[in-house]
């Protein structure tokens, strides 16, 4: 379900009276607090559980990955707020057909379900993630966990009744149509290669800045006007997949200064570094940190896939094809209304 712009200003109107939780753990009670959301039948999100859950999914996305810890509480809160309603919806659906079907976690569902939080968050026992949390964040921890374990178990037994089909002929077809995509992403590539290179010696020529090159240039989803990225560790980077030579690159740059385009994750960039610090460890060195801004330039996939790979992808798309019909047909029997549209079988 896409968020239309009308859907999500008024979640953001909604959620500025909405009860926020404190610093003990108490919510703070907002006018609207009680406004309805979203409802999918009898089950409903107002305002007051959608700002308590996205405090939660605050503190829990700074508990297990230390690259959060350094976001902006409004950033990450703007894009919960984002995906909240479409997950909440997507939640009720799958446990409604797990009620329908009578189908309740095993015990071998709920251990693989319990460890891959743990992993996630690594830790040893839930107790010891919910330790970590304010009291009422804790206790609705434990309930969001019980509901997202349902509607997993939901979704392992509709994944079960899809067939796959996947023939020898349709992998020679989809082989030959790859291999002529990947004979124009040669050429692509060569002209992305081309263009970083000429636009890194306007920058150095001083015939543009780099904040206009930004602009006119960069195909970043998660830079700031003027190419702020954002500020790293080494392995802050290491973690979104950068390679060594950005990393060694960084480490010599001084502030101020330009890259020539390096190879980075999944494109090329021209890096500017426009701060170092040091991030505080209790009890520990500080570790450098790197304030970065970058030109991004998107390169097309060039690995060609096996055939085992390839069919691999095919069964992919063909099981999240037919999973969304499945969970489609579950909406069309359901009463859903969403902020600024209300309709019944499926319409939202």
Do not use: C
């Not at 082989?175 to 590539?189: C, D, Y």
């Amino acid at each position: 379900m896409k968020i239309t712009r009308f859907a999500a200003a008024a979640i953001l109107a909604a959620l500025a009276a909405a009860p926020v939780l404190a610093a003990d753990g108490e919510a703070r009670k907002g006018a609207d607090a009680t406004r309805i959301l979203a409802r999918v039948d009898d089950a409903t999100l107002s305002a007051g559980d959608l700002a308590a859950n996205i405090e939660l999914r605050i503190s829990l996305a700074k508990l297990r990955d230390r690259f959060f810890r350094k976001q902006n509480a409004v950033h990450l809160r703007s894009t919960l707020i984002k995906t909240a309603v479409p997950y909440f919806v997507r939640r009720e659906l799958l446990i409604k057909y797990a009620r329908v079907g009578g189908y309740e976690p095993s015990e071998e569902d709920r251990a693989a379900y319990i460890n891959k939080t743990l992993a996630l968050y690594h830790a040893k026992s839930l107790d010891a993630i919910a330790a970590k949390l304010e009291p009422a964040q804790a206790e609705l921890f434990r309930t969001d966990l019980e509901k997202d374990l349902l509607a997993y178990t939901a979704e392992q037994a509709m994944l079960r009744t899809i067939a796959l089909n996947v023939t020898e002929e349709e992998l020679d077809t989809i082989s030959k149509r790859i291999e002529k995509i990947h004979e124009s992403a040669v050429l692509t590539n060569a002209l992305v290669y081309a263009t970083a290179t000429n636009v890194w010696k306007q920058i150095e020529d001083e015939d543009i800045t780099f904040e206009e090159a930004v602009d006119d240039y960069s195909e970043a989803d998660d830079t700031s006007h003027g190419g702020e990225w954002n500020e790293f560790t080494l392995a802050d980077l290491a973690d979104l997949g950068e390679s060594r030579t950005v990393l060694d690159l960084v480490q010599t740059m001084e502030t101020g200064e330009v890259s020539a385009p390096v190879e980075s994750d999944n494109g090329l960039a021209i890096l500017k570094l426009n701060g170092k610090g040091m991030m505080e460890q209790p009890g520990k060195k500080p570790i450098p940190t790197y304030k970065l801004a970058r030109i991004f330039f998107r390169l097309p996939e060039l690995e060609l896939p096996t055939r085992e790979e390839l069919r691999a992808e095919i069964e992919k798309k063909r099981t999240a094809d037919a999973f969304k019909k499945k969970l489609d047909a579950i909406a069309a029997s359901s009463r859903i209304e969403t902020p600024g549209r209300a309709g019944a079988g499926g319409k939202k």
